[in-house]
């Protein structure tokens, strides 16, 4: 057994899902498209007798975190730091999965492959309730796109092949249970328009105009994440709702050209990843 | 059509491969495991209306450039820089091909997508006979294992979930095409052996063991670079030839520490991506 291992996890945004329930939680999962941000989630794990977890300072309980350290069959101090907040669709709880595995597997001398690790954290989201798409979306990087739902075993992910600086102003919570655990099969069909039409042309334009639309075909957009986009487009920029928190993320310079006090970070090309030494968020 | 477009590719040394021939050059390529290094290829792509490629201010020319802008269906100024020497294991033309096809996506305005622009940047090495495993390692970043060959459609990637210095020294130049275009049956024998090694356990140590006995089994292994390597493993480090070069790469500062001259890098995280501004290599 090691000392502290490290990992950073982008941030991830999904513009538009699909919600594909399968025979095990490693086919269970989304179709979709997201943006991975520079802002993400920086976790160590230390080997502890009982199973802690730390974002920000603060003690919290996260069940997918336990769910990995189960499978690694391990406990330990888990010290995670974030710019992003929880619960407004940034893809912090999937960051401290995916990030706990990683390190985990660094400091336990575990031995599994990156696939696997990617497999343990993205089955731990689903059976938690707290994600579908993130895990993966956030283990490859840059603007993902979720062909087939699932884990490494049986997805297929595509990208945009783009680069760009991203602002976001968060609004306030949604719970990825409550609306994941409903009936879907509305929000299913708008995802896989909003897939299709992103397929057929892979750009941020086409991406953010998808992302637009599926929030209102879903009925998931909220009268004060309509306003912000709307002072977006007036003032000639590219906004749209992540999935799912009322948050709202632009291309380039598009909120505070609209006079937001908007959070700055850009796309991140890397998947997540263990680090050499204590990670910065 | 707009403006000079940029991209940046990481090098690739392959520890161990396999020859897998398709029945069409996307299903054409190699099993094997590679290191993704952050010395890599900046590739910056001009309209004009004849192709020229220089790299680090040298003409030269590069079969796969040209069928990857053939098959973009136009012409431009290709201009590239490299720390990294051509030839000699690095996958500088693999960078070429990919860099050229992400960037010209972006500076044509052609609207591809991540994975079509790797199955064009594949096709035109395997077409040219050039490499048959680099584009999609590169693409991947990291440390890639290529379990099934090919195209992204095809293949099937897992990777070493693990970061780390890379120290290299180069002899001397091996032609890909001469070992690949031979009888390569022994040669797939011992990557297939070398492959289960790794995915049995993925970590670097495993790798760079599983390179060596490889170089030594595929007949590889030439004098002067066994030298390098025993002489780094009498100073207490690791390391393994690059195929295909006269090339020695080390994890850590194992040729530091056996008193060469080495380059200093480290694993690149990302796989290949389009850049927001002039790159740096």
Redesign the interface.
């Known amino acids: 057994m090691s000392d502290a291992a490290h990992a950073f996890v982008p941030g991830h945004v999904t513009g538009f899902f699909t919600v594909a329930r399968g025979e095990d939680p490693i086919e269970t999962g989304s179709r979709g498209g997201g943006i991975a941000l520079s802002d993400g989630v920086a976790v160590t794990v230390r080997p502890g007798d009982d199973t802690r977890v730390t974002l920000n300072g603060e003690a919290i309980e996260v069940e997918a975190v336990e769910r990995v350290l189960n499978a690694l069959r391990t406990t330990a101090t888990v010290t995670a730091e974030t710019p992003l907040p929880l619960g407004s669709g940034f893809g912090v709880s999937g960051g401290l999965a995916l990030g706990t595995a ?1 390190a985990a ?2 400091a336990f001398d575990r ?7 990617v497999t343990v954290a993205h089955g731990a989201e689903v059976q938690s309730g707290s994600g579908l798409g993130d895990v993966v979306g956030q283990a490859r ?2 603007v993902p ?1 979720r062909l087939e739902p699932g884990g ?1 075993q049986y997805n297929y992910l ?8 991203v602002e976001y102003v968060t609004l306030g919570e949604l719970s990825t249970e409550d609306v994941v655990g409903g009936d879907t099969d509305a929000l299913t069909e708008a995802g896989e328009r909003a897939l299709s039409s992103v ?1 057929e ?3 941020l334009a086409t991406f953010t105009r998808a992302s637009r639309r599926f929030s209102r075909e879903a009925d998931l957009l909220t009268p004060a994440v309509k306003e912000v986009i709307d002072d977006v487009a007036a003032a000639g920029g590219d906004a749209a709702m992540a999935m799912l928190g009322e948050t709202v993320f632009a291309l380039g310079t598009g909120l505070t050209d609209a006079g937001y006090d908007a959070s700055v970070c850009s796309v991140y ?3 997540a ?4 030494g204590p990670p910065t968020a």
Chains 1, 2 share one sequence.
Do not use: F, K
Request: charged share 25%; hydrophobic share 35%.
């Open positions: 990683l597997n660094a031995r599994l492959s990156y696939n696997e690790l990087g840059g796109l490494p595509d990208a945009i092949p783009a680069r760009s600086r397929v042309e892979p750009t090309p890397a998947g990843t263990v680090e050499d």
